[in-house]
Nanobody
Framework: QVQVVESGGGLVQAGGSLRLSCAASGRTFSNNYAMGWFRQAPGKEREFVAAINWSGSRTYYADSVKGRFAISRGNAKNTVYLQMNTLKPEDTAVYYC?????????????????WGQGTQVTVSS
């Protein structure tokens, strides 16, 4: 089993920044896992935000966050970060971290095996 825990959410004014962290652990977790961030706003479906492959050499972003958000992996490889800059009110959502046992990152939530509980991000106008 793999546990995924997010942290770093909060309330920020429009134009501000937040950094989300995610740590994965467990007997079956491998540093070969790809990791991704998704978000879900009230009344909307869960949507892809960003993903990173196992080595950190490839990253993918939703068009809505490209140029503002950056995903990265920690040195320990079981941690992943989402640096969010120039935040907008429409970025308000619960942000979820997910782990994919395959090494290649994808944008499809169905491909991810393990999910965190989510962390709330609220951007005020």
């Amino acid at each position: 089993q793999v546990q995924v825990v997010e942290s770093g959410g909060g309330l920020v004014q429009a134009g501000g920044s937040l950094r989300l962290s995610c740590a994965a652990s467990g007997r079956t977790f491998s540093n070969n896992y790809a990791m991704g961030w998704f978000r879900q706003a009230p009344g909307k479906e869960r949507e892809f935000v960003a993903a990173i492959n196992w080595s950190g050499s490839r990253t993918y972003y939703a068009d809505s966050v490209k140029g503002r958000f950056a995903i990265s992996r920690g040195n320990a490889k079981n941690t992943v970060y989402l640096q969010m800059n120039t935040l907008k009110p429409e970025d308000t959502a619960v942000y979820y971290c997910a782990a994919d046992s395959r090494a290649i990152a994808t944008m499809n939530p169905i491909d991810y095996d393990y999910w965190g509980q989510g962390t709330q991000v609220t951007v005020s106008s």
